[in-house]
Every structure is written in structure tokens, then in C-alpha cells.
T-cell receptor, first 112, second 114 residues
Framework: DQQVKQNSPSLSVQEGRISILNCDYT??????FLWYKKYPAEGPTFLIS?????DKNEDGRFTVFLNKSAKHLSLHIVPSQPGDSAVYFC???????????FGKGTKLSVIP | GAGVSQTPSNKVTEKGKYVELRCDPI?????LYWYRQSLGQGPEFLIY????????DSGLPNDRFFAVRPEGSVSTLKIQRTERGDSAVYLC????????????FGPGTRLTVT
């Protein structure tokens, strides 16, 4: 049973436009969510996080939105740049458990 | 500063052999985690250390897998009697403290069992 779902395996966006990556979760015990970015042959790199007490967190071009009632979060990248092309993973962490539970990832391609 | 390092970067072994994978966490990080990533999947949790002790090993798939962190820094993941299904990228991560918060990943060790 997948507790974190990223239903879009891939996404293509024109350079300069907004990229929106979506993530759904089923475990209501999750109280902290993270987005990681992964280039080929490298480990995941932390991008941005959000606590369940917030509904939005912003860091430069990256904003994460959390809708707890819908158990949904999204990552917005504005404006998208070719260097943003990578696989993006959503992860949840909850209530005394230190492990991160990851989705399968979404491959973002930003077209120049 | 130095990030998480893992050695070797690639390991090819024959079915039935024993392998050891090493992780050097970020200096000063007390928490260390091992994950496994199979093709087309996200990383899956294996084990978490707080200091020298394994605080949560619920993700280890079976008793062929074992990990140690004897001095609270470097960790070694050990796999006995390897099987082809063990082929994956093994990722190590560390964080300053345990609990909610960012974990910093190494580049991984790609294990191939032939």
C-alpha cells in the first residue's frame, strides 16, 4: 500500500513557465513533508519542506502548498529553468517515526 | 563542508556472495539512515541509527541484511548470501538530530548481483 503517491511519472514545461508537481498521501500521521530533487547518478538533494501546521512555505522560486483536508501537497517552481530538469520526490515523515516515506517520483523536463 | 560519502560507488557481485557497503555521514550528525532505491521507485527505508544504536530496523527485508555503526560515525551495511533481487542503489543519509527534518543523502552505491 503506497502511502505517498505521485501520480504523474513525467511532466514537460516550457522554460519560464510554472511547473506544478503534485503529491497525495494516505497516512494521516504524517506531520512533515519534504521535496527532494534527484539528478542521474546522484543522491537526492533536499529542496524544501513544510510542517503540517502550515499551508504554504516559500523559498525563492520554490513554493510548497499543503492541503491537509485533501491530503495533498504540491510543489510550484516559478519560473522554470532548464537546470530544474530532474526527478522530484515527495516524502512524508510522521509522529515519532524518523523514516521518510517517498513517492515514486516525477521526472520534470524543462524545455528551453 | 563535506557531504555524505559512500563507497564503493558501484559493486558487482555474484549471487550468494557477501558484500559490505560503507557510509561516511556529515561530521557531527548523530542520526544516520539507510535506504534502498529500486528502478522506477522512490527510496525505501531500511534502518535508522541514533548514535551507535539501531533505533529502528523495521525496514530491513530479512535477516540477510545487517548494519552497524560501532563508533557513532561511519556505518556499514552488510548483505549475506546476496540474491539478484538485492540489486538496487543503496543510499545513506544523515541528519543533525533524529526526528522530523531534512535528511542529507550521499550519492549511493549501485549494487548489481549477477
Amino acid at each position: 500500500d503506497q502511502q505517498v503517491k505521485q501520480n504523474s511519472p513525467s511532466l514537460s514545461v516550457q522554460e519560464g513557465r510554472i511547473s506544478i508537481l503534485n503529491c497525495d498521501y494516505t497516512n494521516s500521521m504524517f506531520d512533515y513533508f519534504l521535496w527532494y530533487k534527484k539528478y542521474p547518478a546522484e543522491g537526492p538533494t533536499f529542496l524544501i519542506s513544510i510542517s503540517s501546521i502550515k499551508d504554504k512555505n516559500e523559498d525563492g522560486r520554490f513554493t510548497v502548498f499543503l492541503n491537509k483536508s485533501a491530503k495533498h501537497l504540491s510543489l510550484h517552481i516559478v519560473p522554470s529553468q532548464p537546470g530544474d530538469s530532474a526527478v522530484y520526490f515527495c516524502a512524508g515523515n510522521g509522529a515519532g517515526s524518523y523514516q521518510l516515506t517517498f513517492g515514486k517520483g516525477t521526472k520534470l523536463s524543462v524545455i528551453p | 563542508g563535506a557531504g555524505v560519502s559512500q563507497t564503493p560507488s558501484n559493486k558487482v557481485t555474484e549471487k550468494g556472495k557477501y558484500v559490505e557497503l560503507r557510509c561516511d555521514p556529515i561530521s557531527g550528525h548523530t542520526a544516520l539512515y539507510w535506504y534502498r532505491q529500486s528502478l522506477g521507485q522512490g527510496p525505501e527505508f531500511l534502518i535508522y541509527f541514533q548514535g551507535t544504536g539501531a533505533a529502528d530496523d523495521s525496514g530491513l527485508p530479512n535477516d540477510r541484511f545487517f548494519a552497524v555503526r560501532p563508533e557513532g560515525s561511519v556505518s556499514t551495511l552488510k548483505i549475506q548470501r546476496t540474491e539478484r533481487g538485492d540489486s538496487a542503489v543503496y543510499l545513506c543519509a544523515s541528519s543533525l538530530l533524529g526526528g522530523a527534518g531534512e535528511q542529507y543523502f550521499g550519492p549511493g552505491t549501485r549494487l548489481t548481483v549477477t
